[in-house]
């Protein structure tokens, strides 16, 4: 029973009711991940999926990446961002959140275009994962040769 309890109690905390109604929505893309991003005016907290952004993202790396956005247009602790995000790993699903972000910002202050888009964050990133071809083991790499 106690064990239930403590199940049920952090899957409560875990879903966390978050009001964005009068909120901006964007959505970023990057390898085969896509967001959902709504923006709003805040105090600066980020949730991705119903979980604060550092319980989700745990490599600082990534962390870093979700924030630049909001760094370089130097507005960290104005925003609050609720992001839905699906497909593709953990840097892909950052790159998204981040593109997202930035397409959000620029609607509630479109002068930001020219920093953000000088810093390469308002164009989504077409690099995907090339297909493996017949006759080789990856995309381009030949199986091991063998003389004899």
């Known amino acids: 029973m106690t064990m239930e309890n403590t199940n049920l109690q952090n899957n409560k905390l875990n879903n966390i009711k978050l009001d964005f109604k009068d909120s901006k929505y964007a959505t970023g893309k990057r390898k085969n ?3 959902r991003i709504w923006l709003k005016k805040g105090s ?7 979980k604060n ?43 998204a959140i981040t593109h997202g972000l930035s397409k959000a910002l620029l609607q509630y202050e479109p002068d930001l275009k020219s ?23 990856k995309a381009r790499r030949s199986f091991q040769f063998s003389k004899r």
């Open 33 to 35: 991940a896509i967001a």
């Open 44 to 50: 600066g907290k980020i949730y991705v999926n119903g």
């Open 53 to 95: 952004m550092i319980d989700y993202f745990t490599r600082s790396n990534h962390q870093l990446q979700l924030l630049r956005p909001l760094e370089i247009s130097q507005r960290i602790s104005e925003y609050d961002a609720r992001c839905n995000v699906s497909g593709g790993g953990l840097s892909g699903q950052a790159g």
């Open 115 to 137: 920093v953000l888009k000088k810093e390469k964050l308002t164009t989504r990133d077409s690099r995907i994962v090339e297909r493996k071809k017949y006759g080789r083991r």
